[in-house]
C-alpha cells in the first residue's frame, strides 16, 4: 500500500516496530509515545512553537499496518488541545517537511480538552504517519503582554466554567493551559503592573486547581497547590481553609483547627469558616472519647507536616504525647462540666476561648494552661473526697 507520497512504507513500518526498536525515539522515556524519522526535515527552519498554527498530513493505522484513516489534511494550533494528546507532543519535535511515524499508546489517543475515554481499545496502539506542511502565527513567548493576559483570563474562565458544572478534570485543564502561557514569560523581565497581573492570574489559577482536586478526593494533590499559593500569599483565607479542610479529612484536627483559624483571622466575618472550626471541634473532642489523637498526629504523612526552618519551628510543629493529652482532657473536661454545672456556664466558656486563643498562638502555653487546669481539677477531687472521709467519720 502507497503511503501519502508514493512510497510502500506501511508494512516496513510494522516491521520496524517489531524488530529495529532501536531507530525510535523514545519521547517520554516510557515506551508510550515513540517517535520514528521516515524522511528529514528542514533543519535551518525552526521547528513550531507554543500558539503556532500548524498544517499536516496524517493517516492512521494499526500497529500491524492496516489502515484505520486514510489520508487527511489537519490544522491545529500547538497547545491548543484540539487534537490528540500524541500529535501535540511530537509535531512541535519535527523539523519543516520532516515526514515521521509516531507509534502511540491508547493514553494519547484522546484530546486534552476531552474527559471521555479514548475510543481506541485501552493497552493497544496506534501508528501515525504525519507529514509537516507549515506552521505561522506568532510564538506564544513573543506576543504582547495585554494578548496574553487576555489569553491567560480565558483559559481561567473556561476553567471556571466548567468547574461550575462539576467538570473537574477539564477544569483543571484549563487552569493549566493558563499557567503554561504564564510560564512562557518566566525568562522576561516584567515591569510592576504586568508582573503583578500574571501574579494575581497564577495564584487563582493555582487557588482553583487545589478547589478542584479538593472536589475529586485528591487530598495530596489538594493540599500540594495550597501550599504553593500561600507561598506566594501567605493570608490567603481560601487556601488557608482547604488547607484546614485537607487535614480534617486526614483527621489532622489540630492542624486542621491552626489553618482554620488563621483562615477567620484573615475573614472574621465568614460564617463558613467559623462552622467549619466547630465541626472540626466536635469532630476532635468525639475521637478523643475513644482513642487519644495524639498518635494520629505523630503518624502524620509528610506532605501534611510544614517543612521547619529552623529548632523553634520544629519544636512548634513536631506536638509531644503529653501536650495533646492535657488539650484533650481541659477539652473533655469543659464539655461535662457545661452538661452537669449549667450554673458556671459563663466561667467555662472564659476558659474554652482562653484555651482556643492559646492553641493558636503559644504551645508552651497551652500546655502550663491545660495542666494548671487539671491541678485545679485535682484538688478539687481531693477536697471533695475530704468532705466525704469526714462526713463518714
Known amino acids: 500500500m502507497s503511503t501519502l507520497w508514493g512510497m510502500d512504507t506501511t508494512q516496513d513500518a510494522a516491521s520496524d516496530v517489531a524488530h529495529n526498536s532501536k531507530d525510535w525515539i523514545d519521547v517520554l522515556g516510557n515506551g508510550l509515545l515513540k517517535k520514528k524519522i521516515l524522511k528529514c526535515g528542514n533543519a535551518k527552519l525552526e521547528r513550531p512553537g507554543n500558539g503556532q498554527n500548524v498544517k499536516i498530513w496524517m493517516k492512521v493505522m494499526h500497529e500491524n499496518g492496516d489502515v484505520i484513516l486514510g489520508r487527511q489534511r489537519i490544522s491545529f494550533t500547538i497547545n491548543g488541545r484540539d487534537v490528540i494528546k500524541a500529535l501535540e507532543i511530537c509535531v512541535p519535535l519535527m523539523y519543516m517537511h520532516e515526514t515521521a511515524l509516531i507509534l502511540t499508546d491508547s493514553k494519547f489517543c484522546s484530546r486534552r480538552d476531552s474527559s471521555e475515554a479514548s475510543e481506541v481499545k485501552p493497552g493497544s496502539r496506534l501508528l501515525l504517519e504525519v507529514h509537516l506542511l507549515?506552521?505561522?502565527?506568532?510564538?506564544?513567548?513573543?506576543?504582547?503582554?495585554?494578548?496574553?493576559?487576555?489569553?491567560?483570563?480565558?483559559?481561567?474562565?473556561?476553567?471556571?466554567?466548567?468547574?461550575?458544572?462539576k467538570n473537574y478534570k477539564l477544569a483543571i485543564i484549563c487552569y493549566t493551559c493558563a499557567l503554561t502561557i504564564i510560564d512562557t514569560n518566566v525568562k522576561d523581565v516584567l515591569d510592576y503592573e504586568d508582573e503583578k497581573s500574571f501574579l494575581d492570574e497564577k495564584v487563582k489559577c493555582y487557588s482553583n486547581i487545589a478547589a478542584c482536586h479538593l472536589n475529586i478526593g485528591n487530598l495530596e494533590e489538594a493540599f500540594s497547590y495550597c501550599d504553593i499559593v500561600l507561598q506566594h500569599q501567605p493570608q490567603h483565607c481560601k487556601a488557608l481553609f482547604r488547607k484546614g479542610k485537607v487535614l480534617e479529612l486526614q483527621?489532622?484536627?489540630?492542624?486542621?483547627?491552626?489553618?482554620?483559624?488563621?483562615?477567620?483571622?484573615?475573614?472574621?466575618?465568614?460564617?463558613?469558616?467559623?462552622?467549619?472550626?466547630?465541626?472540626?471541634?466536635?469532630?476532635w473532642a468525639e475521637k478523643s472519647e475513644g482513642t487519644s489523637n495524639a498518635t494520629t498526629m505523630n503518624k502524620c504523612p509528610p506532605f501534611l507536616v510544614d517543612q521547619p526552618?529552623?529548632?523553634?519551628?520544629?519544636?512548634?510543629?513536631?506536638?509531644?504525647?503529653?501536650?495533646?493529652?492535657?488539650?484533650?482532657?481541659?477539652?473533655?473536661?469543659?464539655?461535662?462540666?457545661?452538661?452537669?454545672?449549667?450554673?458556671?456556664?459563663?466561667k467555662i466558656a472564659k476558659i474554652f476561648k482562653e484555651l482556643l486563643n492559646l492553641l493558636e498562638t503559644d504551645l508552651d502555653q497551652t500546655s502550663c494552661f491545660c495542666t494548671q487546669h487539671l491541678i485545679k481539677r485535682k484538688k478539687g477531687r481531693e477536697r471533695e473526697t475530704e468532705k466525704g472521709t469526714g462526713l463518714n467519720n
Open 134 to 165: 507549515s506552521a505561522s502565527g506568532t510564538r506564544l513567548e513573543v506576543k504582547p503582554k495585554a494578548e496574553q493576559l487576555n489569553m491567560i483570563r480565558h483559559e481561567r474562565e473556561k476553567g471556571n466554567r466548567y468547574f461550575q458544572t
Open 251 to 283: 483527621e489532622k484536627y489540630f492542624l486542621s483547627i491552626k489553618f482554620l483559624r488563621k483562615a477567620s483571622q484573615v475573614e472574621p466575618t465568614n460564617q463558613e469558616i467559623e462552622r467549619e472550626l466547630k465541626l472540626v471541634f466536635d469532630k
Open 309 to 346: 526552618a529552623s529548632t523553634e519551628q520544629q519544636n512548634f510543629t513536631v506536638i509531644s504525647d503529653n501536650l495533646l493529652n492535657n488539650v484533650l482532657k481541659i477539652v473533655k473536661l469543659i464539655q461535662r462540666r457545661i452538661i452537669q454545672k449549667h450554673r458556671k456556664r459563663q
